[in-house]
């Protein structure tokens, strides 16, 4: 194949199974190591399925387009309901808008695009998390940590990425490292330091007197 483009159909990507509602995420940016924007491709392999988790862009600034490519979605929008067969593009310019979507459809196929205004596409910290979460269910947790560490090194300043790295050190028993990164995440974003205080996966290390204080 040219070195100048790549072809693939979207049932040839990867599937990653998101929690237990039958959700499954097709990365696309990941897959072709896309800088310029977001794109990415989420299915439900179950009638009522969740296959857009509930979210609002406030945190990014995204502006995002949806495609339903395959099958029949719901989309539920600020509380209302829009009906989305095969064809149907929703189009969220506000971050603010709660979004979430369900299918109508077994095996309903959804595409999204997104990104910030005026500013270069920095990859998010989810991608890297959608990864790893199911390696450490599986009880692969040194990948995980793995995983997470390469995120990281790309991206050393990002207090997601660092905080759901120090969650997973700490599941693994390297308190050390846990408390490195859940500190250094709550001195780069304060709401980092208000969840570490409750998060279960935190428990094993939030006696430590280096834990960051509420």
């Known amino acids: 194949m040219s070195r100048s483009y790549e072809v693939a159909r979207l049932d040839d ?21 896309l800088q ?21 862009e406030e945190q990014l600034g995204h502006e995002e387009v ?20 095969a064809g149907t593009l929703v189009v969220l310019r506000e971050p603010s808008v709660k979004r979430s979507a369900t299918a109508v459809e077994a095996d309903t196929v959804v595409l999204a695009v997104g990104g910030k205004p ?7 910290a989810w991608e890297a998390w959608f990864l790893a979460a199911p390696l450490a269910q599986d009880g692969r947790i040194d990948e995980a940590i793995e995983l ?25 028993g390297r308190n050390d490292d846990a408390i490195e990164h859940v500190n250094r995440a709550s001195e780069l974003s304060p ?10 996966d935190l428990a094993p290390i939030r006696s430590d007197p280096r834990f960051p204080s509420a």
């Open 148 to 172: 997470m560490r390469q995120e990281a090194e790309r991206q050393p300043d990002h207090p997601a990425l660092l905080y759901n790295l120090a969650c997973f050190e700490a599941m693994a």
């Open 66 to 85: 949806y495609v339903v490519v395959r099958g029949h979605a719901t989309f539920h929008l600020d509380g209302e309901d829009v009906d989305a067969p």
């Open 191 to 200: 709401r980092f330091r208000e969840y570490a205080q409750t998060d279960s």
């Open 13 to 33: 990507l990867d599937r990653i199974a998101v929690g237990d509602t039958g959700l499954e995420w097709r990365p696309i940016r990941r897959r072709f190591d």
């Open 118 to 124: 005026g500013e270069a596409f920095k990859p998010s």
């Open 36 to 56: 310029a924007f977001g794109m990415n491709a989420y299915s439900s392999s179950r009638v009522g399925g969740e296959i857009v988790e509930e979210h609002t």
